[in-house]
T-cell receptor
Framework: DAKTTQPPSMDCAEGRAANLPCNHS???????VYWYRQIHSQGPQYIIH???NNETNEMASLIITEDRKSSTLILPHATLRDTAVYYC??????????FGAGTTVTVRA | EAQVTQNPRYLITVTGKKLTVTCSQNMNHEYMSWYRQDPGLGLRQIYY???????DKGDVPEGYKVSRKEKRNFPLILESPSPNQTSLYFC??????????????FGQGTRLTVV
């Protein structure tokens, strides 16, 4: 599985969009990009995933560059409840999620 | 409601006393796994199971055992716990369709302290 690089932390103002970058320059053609988040010490929660195209769901949008070497998770209107550690993961098989250090996002009022 | 249930949520035990952390899912998922989370080391996979009676080691299997006798249950067994197994443990499950993405669902975690 490809390795990912994320900034260790970022702040965001409540109500504004939060843009979380992720670099995955060694990603292979069959590897998906997944995003999970972990609020405090709860179990990780799935957010969104994609292969090539941009994706949007009720939680977030995922923008993947054309060369697929990087992506951005967008939380359109961040709330205090979005404060969490966000993990960007790339993988081909379904059998393992390799979590890195993630990005600690703090949403401030 | 789709969920993964772990028990107990909190456990303090003594070195060498065998314990079992249970994990059950109600989504008929094929794939289940166990992770441990430690400060500075992130989430690391301990064991996984692709289906009933099929289990395999993850990244940090030493000191742990698992079994998968039924599809819904995947207990984590510590035969002789040691203080270095003090950690936050998570069970996860997913459909496990090879080649297709499936969302992983995580339990609420078990905080284990071995003294």
């Amino acid at each position: 599985d490809a390795k990912t690089t994320q900034p260790p932390s970022m702040d965001c103002a409540e109500g504004r969009a939060a843009n979380l970058p992720c670099n995955h320059s060694t990603i292979s053609g069959n590897e998906y990009v997944y995003w999970y988040r972990q609020i405090h010490s709860q179990g990780p929660q799935y957010i969104i995933h994609g292969l090539k195209n941009n994706e949007t769901n009720e939680m977030a949008s995922l923008i993947i560059t054309e060369d697929r070497k990087s992506s951005t998770l967008i939380l359109p209107h961040a709330t205090l409840r979005d404060t969490a550690v966000y993990y960007c993961i790339v993988r081909a098989s379904d059998y393992k999620l390799s979590f890195g250090a993630g990005t600690t996002v703090t949403v401030r009022a | 409601e789709a969920q993964v249930t772990q028990n107990p949520r909190y456990l303090i035990t003594v070195t060498g006393k065998k314990l079992t952390v249970t994990c059950s899912q109600n989504m008929n998922h094929e794939y289940m796994s166990w992770y441990r989370q430690d400060p500075g080391l992130g989430l690391r996979q301990i064991y996984y199971s692709m289906n009933v009676e099929v289990t395999d080691k993850g990244d940090v299997p030493e000191g742990y055992k698992v079994s998968r006798k039924e599809k819904r249950n995947f207990p984590l067994i510590l035969e002789s716990p040691s203080p270095n197994q003090t950690s936050l443990y998570f069970c996860a499950s997913s459909l496990g369709l090879l080649g297709a993405y499936t969302e992983a669902f995580f339990g609420q975690g078990t905080r284990l302290t071995v003294v």
